[in-house]
């Protein structure tokens, strides 16, 4: 049986969609309300964004612009995104950044 809207593990996984495309698509290093939001205007968009990208290519974009903020220094980058060094190391190689 497939998970329906009104199952818990639909609304979970619905919350969790959410908050990964608010931590993609904010360039500030703290989430509120307004990252919430997902209007498709151009005002509520972060500079360099391109409603087209997929999700690889918006990782790519936020992890090329923390890790360019913070002097290319693993160890603040991987605090900055809220992720293991190890994690970051990883998507640096699959993303050809490092």
Known sequence: M???????GYRLL????????GLLL????????SDFLFDATAQNRPAGYD???T????????????YSDEGRNVEKTAKRLGI????????LKALNLS
């Open 55 to 66: 999700m690889e290519e918006m990782e790519r974009s936020h992890i090329e612009r923390a």
């Open 2 to 8: 497939g998970l329906l809207p009104e199952t818990s």
């Open 14 to 21: 619905s919350r969790q969609v959410n908050l990964e495309r």
């Open 26 to 33: 904010t360039d500030r290093s703290t989430l509120d309300a």
């Open 51 to 53: 409603p087209n990208w």
């Open 84 to 91: 293991a060094k190890s994690t970051l190391y990883q998507k």
